[in-house]
């Protein structure tokens, strides 16, 4: 029901974009958020929006360089990443959000994920 794409590998400084396309059942009623998992450390919630008035918020860890949106037509939830650097290396995954987005922070609030797709920052 859910399905993250558009990782890959970039250079330290580099930008990407996330893609992650929801059911429509899913999508219409939830906010939607990204979470990233590195190996050997926890799940990081990164960015969550809103379904009522697409309002975002994001981890301190992020705020300014990573922007969440959503295409209520399309089903799909985006996550631009600039400004990349290698701590940002992880698999990152676009979940529900169960809570309201301002406790993004808090990962046992991110519902139903799909698939993950892999980011390395590496020059």
């Known amino acids: 029901q859910l399905q993250a794409s558009g990782g890959g590998l970039v250079q330290p400084g580099g930008s990407l974009r996330l893609s992650c396309a929801a059911s429509g059942s899913i999508f219409s009623i939830n906010a939607m958020g990204w979470y990233r998992q590195a190996p050997g450390k926890q799940r990081e919630g990164l960015a969550c929006i809103s379904s009522s008035d697409g309002s975002a918020d994001y981890a301190d860890s992020v705020e300014g360089r990573f922007t969440i949106s959503r295409d209520n037509a399309k089903n799909t939830v985006y996550l631009q990443l600039n400004s990349l650097k290698p701590e940002d290396t992880a698999v990152y995954y676009c979940?529900?959000?169960?809570?309201?987005?301002?406790?993004?922070?808090?990962?046992?609030?991110?519902?139903?994920w799909g698939q993950g797709t892999q980011l390395t920052v590496s020059s």
């Open positions: 979940a529900t959000y169960l809570l309201s987005c301002r406790f993004v922070t808090t990962t046992q609030a991110f519902g139903s």
